[in-house]
């Protein structure tokens, strides 16, 4: 429910965005506004505490946008998701504009994990190798987990990818479970 | 109802003139057989030993019964054995003669003050050494009955005092024994006032409350009741007989049925041997009864509890089982994970690396055509 509800604000937004040309200032705005209300307990009560007014509500949401560098149509959709206490569909709405901003730039992003760490040709070839698959732009993500004990797992959107000896492990723990 | 009603009025009235007849009939003093009033006192055998001033005059046929102790003009006085001698000595003198002479005599008294009808209070009337008032003592006899005087009310101011009853001066034969014209016309007048002396009840014009008067209430109220009360007191007396007789038909029937009750426990205890006997193999038939369902019952749950044991030891066995091959396929698992860290170099990393690299274009295209989330490279 709150994810249809996210949506209709993310879409408001990416509608904005695209008619100013100013998407991918949105999305940043937004992903930074959904860090900081991650980050903030505060933040997070700013719906919560009966003793605001709308008016301290509006206030607090125009000097944290001020402070991040936000744009008016930021400031003013948080402020409209203050009076609507629907502050906490901010980080859905941060992600699902960002996935639609990479729907409309055709960006796909993945992010590659490794036991150990790989070398720049063997991540362009992978780059290269998910670009002609998708047919879209690439954008990649590298972290080193040496838990995986072996090989690579790639989450591109929502699909995982796993070629670990961790993976294999699981796998065959999984079966034998079964059986 | 109307002539029952009119019977009961006509009756009471026929009861009070006959109330009124005998009062006045007995209310008469009756003359003394010899004129007293101008006999010469005589000392009389049981006189008090000191002589009163106004004691009344006696005659020689006053004389003083022996037996009696009364004189003998006297009416007799409780019955005709000796008067007790607790008994107050005779004053036989006490008539109105005498009230008039004691009267006469106050007057003459230096220091007395007869009380006029204005002041009857101005003084208190004397009594005899027994505290009785004068001409009013036990033996005395009664004063007139006062039928109709004052029927208006009380007024010391306007009452007309009684005349002399026994006319002395023109002793004709009715005077001397009946009482004076005067006396009877004042008798026989409804003066509307009477006298009333509310401070001393021993003034001898004292004047009783009219006799006529009380029966006319008397008379009134029997009226009133029987008027506006005969039929509510009627009714109610009707309720109050149906609703005895409803109790006592109830207490009849409560009676009948108590009685067949005592019947039946009477026949109840005559048999209750034969009853006890009956209970008795009764309920050894059904101890007997109880004994075999309650074995069965037991039967039923120990083979029940034996199928819930062997149940659970299989699924005991079983968990057991599962649970060894958990930790078995753990302990498996950590061992491995230890082993190929252990074992496994870079050559073997970047052999890894190539096979995913060349398994995720096919990987990629079958998640899509599967629609699914996740995928694996071989």
């Known amino acids: ?179 | 109802m109307m002539p029952r009603r009119l019977l009961g009025l006509r009756i009471a009235l026929a009861f009070s003139g006959l109330l009124v007849a005998g009062g006045v009939a007995l209310a008469q003093p009756v003359a003394p057989p010899t004129a007293r009033p101008n006999a010469a006192p005589t000392a009389r055998p049981n006189a008090a030993p000191t002589a009163r001033p106004n004691a009344a005059p006696t005659s020689s046929a006053n004389a003083i019964s022996p037996i009696t102790g009364l004189p003998g003009w006297h009416p007799p006085v409780g019955g005709s054995g000796p008067a007790p001698q607790a008994q107050p000595p005779m004053r036989p003198g006490h008539d109105q003669k005498n009230v008039r002479q004691l009267v006469e005599q106050l007057k003459r008294e230096p220091g007395g003050v007869m009380p006029t009808l204005a002041s009857p209070s101005a003084r208190k009337f004397p009594t005899d050494e027994h505290g009785y008032c004068i001409g009013q003592g036990p033996n005395d006899p009664p004063k007139n009955v006062n039928l109709f005087h004052g029927w208006l009310g009380v007024n010391n101011e306007k009452a007309v005092p009684a005349p002399q009853r026994l006319d002395d001066s023109s002793p004709s034969w009715f005077a001397a024994r009946f009482g004076s014209t005067a006396w009877w016309k004042w008798r026989l007048t409804p003066h509307p006032w009477r006298y009333e002396n509310h401070d001393d009840e021993c003034d001898p014009r004292n004047t009783p409350i009219p006799l006529l008067a009380n029966l006319i209430n008397f008379g009134l109220l029997m009226w009133l009741v029987t008027r506006f009360g005969g039929k509510p007191i009627a009714e109610a007396l009707k309720k109050r007989r149906s609703a005895i007789m409803s109790e006592i038909d109830r207490a009849k029937e409560i009676k009948a049925s108590a009685k067949g009750r005592l019947d039946q426990y009477a026949a109840d205890l005559d048999k209750l041997d034969d009853k006890q006997a009956a209970l008795r193999l009764l309920y050894a038939e059904e101890g007997e009864l109880d004994e075999k369902h309650l074995r069965e019952e037991l039967g039923q749950a120990r083979t029940r509890m034996l199928a819930d044991a062997d149940f659970r030891v299989v699924q005991e066995a079983k968990s057991t089982r599962d649970t060894l091959s958990r930790e078995a396929l753990d302990g498996a698992l950590v061992a491995a994970e230890a082993l190929l860290g252990d074992s496994i170099n870079d050559d073997d990393h970047n052999r890894l690396c190539e096979e995913f690299l060349n398994d995720i274009g096919n990987a990629l295209v079958k998640g899509a055509s599967d629609g699914r989330a996740t995928g694996a490279a071989s």
Request: charged share 25%; hydrophobic share 45%; aromatic share 4%.
């Open chain 1, 1 to 179: 429910m709150s994810q249809t509800i996210a949506r209709r604000y993310a879409r408001a937004v990416f509608e904005l965005g695209r008619e100013n040309g100013s998407l991918g200032a949105l999305v940043g705005e937004f992903s930074r506004f959904a860090e900081a209300y991650a980050a903030s307990e505060e933040l997070r009560e700013l719906d919560h505490l009966p003793s605001l007014t709308d008016a301290t509500r509006r206030a607090v949401l125009a000097d944290l946008g001020k402070r991040l560098g936000a744009s008016e149509v930021a400031v003013n959709t948080l402020s409209l998701l203050a009076d609507r206490q629907r502050l906490s569909l901010l980080p859905d709405v941060a992600a699902l504009l960002l996935e639609m901003s990479d729907e409309h730039e055709g960006v796909v992003r993945a992010t590659i994990r490794s036991a150990k760490q790989l070398t720049p040709a063997y991540v362009n070839r992978l780059v290269e190798r998910i670009r002609a698959t998708t047919g879209k732009k690439v954008l990649i993500t590298t972290e080193v987990d040496p838990a995986l004990i072996a090989g690579v797992v790639a989450q591109i959107g929502d699909r995982v990818i796993d070629g670990t000896i961790r993976g294999r492990l699981d796998r065959l723990s999984a079966s034998l479970r079964q059986n």
